[in-house]
């Protein structure tokens, strides 16, 4: 199904791919303008709708992540947040009927840039239009009528995913029962900006970048590596890195001797871990999503970002931060819980101290667990 | 004086060169294995050498600065250390005699990697010897001693530069008073480590940087340039630029609407600074000093940190840290101070609360200031 849409696609064993049907004849209308013929979401399920249709959980994902979160009998390999969802973990397959989503814009099914334009014939490449969150909380919507759900239970999301989830809710504030969004903000700051908006010059700084029109197997793999080395280093803290490596050297048979070349176990983590990356994602796909958190502000939506947050209906909202995260510190959490007090949308606001920065909650199965299985187990009953 | 040593130089208008001609026929023999045949010192100076020679304090820098610390009659712009060095300033040239000189593997006159070895003609490149923060120390004892002066009153420093004092102290007990250590660490972190490695990265991932045999006029700029804006976001802390920047936007008709252009102030003012850098610096220099504080590890002169800091035998020392500064956190000052009384060497310790991250010594006159002064005019009467 539709897999000549997906010219650069890394699509994994369980994903689904839906072709968006209710779409008009102009197709998918893009917020800052532009639009897409058409739409295809990859998504995986676990658990069984309701024949009311009233357990759905929706969930959006970070950046880089596909959309098979969780193992399934057509997958068994783990997934991203193995942890987070199955019977009787805290996003409970028992009882919801949980989707995963493929972002719009990504790399992993979904139209994005590598997918060919129906009109054109030619991969999108850097003609993809701008990418907004706003775009990708709207294909969700999409995606969950296609699949029978008008109204969501939950709609949950960290990182990335956390402001979708947010814009989902902004956006679509009849069809959605209660909010979870972690590790997110109403806004970027400029330092992630800086460090987002670095990490996409440099992949744009490698010759074979070639303007965004590089060919399958000429990928910019050198520069993807270095953004991801980059966004490794914003990932995480210091202190867990401390008592992680401290200063410990790579084998001394490995060394070298020459000034430049990788000589502490740091160095070594970082390069294994971006050579594992830069051979399942694309590069534009980056680009695209990279930016649209940077855009992100719920300011847009009514001239404030408490005119923005007032307009989230849902029963309760969980708002969780990480003490350590560098990338979306505490106070933005802060303010998205304060600003949904203020106009009164119950909250359950949630600082977790863990070591891990902006990372923790695909790691931090112990704290975080607890926190989202309570919530959503309130949310019924 | 030397100029055909200084190839690739961007010697400022006062610096004084001087050949170190105590060097035995090896030449200066570097901690990590070989050694220079000769070596050429830039260094700047202010106020008068007493008859006793009992009053110089040697300044060494961070990565970048050259010896124009401050301004003189021979070069009226403004030092990089403006504020701190002068006639009734904190590091009172009234009082003392203030030498300040561009470290060993710059680019700012003193023998480098842009240097010619006298021993081959050709410019040393990457074959320029492993360098340490203690070969820098040791080259600042030499130039004192060619400048008449066998013992410091003081040494000073900030970031790399701190090291080099600490490293000052340690390798030459009997010939300091006092040791000033601002920004500075025992030994560095993996997240120091891995921010270093990655710019230093990024600039041979620059088609121009060749191995390090670039020729002069076709440098790897562009990879300067963004080494350049890694370095900028790890000097500064998320508040500074969350009120300097917020979310403001360039002006109207600058915004291209294309997705990956400048779009935020903060892309501007980092586009802005690593332009006005990479004009001034050499890329080889960068990768050899950036190294150097990598490798740095007071463990290394006696088996320990404390082992290390019990060498020291100043009458007092000022331990200086930031609470903003994510490079060479807090923690690291403590482990200094805590070492230093640990082993009966008399220390003032100052945590600064200044929103300006890692850079705050260049920045907040107001409250560096004061410390200095206060520390020195006791040291002294």
Redesign the interface.
């Known amino acids: 199904m539709a897999d000549e849409e997906n010219a650069y696609s890394f699509t994994t064993r369980a994903s689904q791919l839906i072709k968006l049907s209710r779409l008009g004849k102009n197709g998918f209308p893009m917020r800052r303008g532009g639009r897409l013929p058409e739409v295809t979401v990859a998504y995986e399920s676990w658990g069984e709708l309701t024949p009311g249709a009233d357990n759905a959980v929706l969930i959006f994902t970070g950046l880089s992540p596909s959309a098979h979160a969780a193992s399934s009998s057509e997958d068994s390999s783990p997934g991203w947040w193995e942890y987070m969802i199955g019977p009787d973990k805290a996003i409970d397959t028992n009882r919801f009927f949980v989707v995963c989503m493929n972002s719009l814009g990504g790399c992993y099914g979904t139209t994005g840039p590598g997918s060919l334009n129906p009109e054109t014939g030619n991969k999108y490449g850097?003609d993809f239009p701008?990418?907004t969150v706003e775009d990708i909380a709207g294909t969700g919507h999409e995606l969950m009528r296609e699949l029978g759900v008008e109204n969501l239970h939950a709609a949950v999301g960290s990182s990335m995913g956390g402001m979708a989830s947010i814009a989902y809710a902004i956006q679509f504030p009849q069809n959605l029962e209660y909010l979870i969004a972690i590790s997110a903000a109403a806004?970027?700051?400029?330092?992630s900006?800086?460090?987002r908006?670095?990490q996409?010059?440099?992949i744009?700084?490698?010759?074979a970048w070639k303007d965004g029109r590089y060919k399958t197997g000429e990928e910019p793999l050198?520069?993807m590596a270095?953004a991801r080395?980059?966004g490794l280093?914003s990932y995480r803290a210091?202190d867990e890195?401390?008592s992680?490596?401290?200063?410990s050297k790579i084998p001394e048979e490995k060394l070298t001797?020459k000034?430049?070349e990788i000589?502490?176990?740091?160095?070594s983590y970082?390069e294994y871990n971006a050579q594992k990356f830069i051979h399942s994602f694309d590069a534009n796909s980056y680009?695209?999503l990279s930016?649209c958190m940077?855009?992100f502000?719920i300011a847009e939506h009514g001239g404030s970002v408490d005119a923005g947050m007032a307009k989230i209906k849902v029963k309760k909202a969980l708002i969780i931060g990480v003490t350590t995260d560098?990338l979306f510190?505490l106070r933005q959490q802060r303010e998205l819980a304060d600003s949904l007090s203020a106009t009164n949308t119950e909250v359950d606001h949630v600082e977790i101290d863990s070591p891990n920065g902006h990372d923790a909650f695909l790691i931090d199965d112990r704290q975080f667990s607890p926190v989202v299985a309570k919530f959503l187990s309130e949310s019924y009953g």
Chains 1, 2 share one sequence.
């Open positions: 850097v701008n990418l806004q970027a700051l400029p330092l900006i800086a460090i908006s670095l996409r010059e440099i744009r700084s490698d010759p050198a520069g270095l080395k980059l280093v210091a890195w401390n992680k490596f401290d200063r001797g000034p430049f000589d502490f176990e740091i160095e970082l680009q695209y930016r940077d855009w502000d560098i510190p």
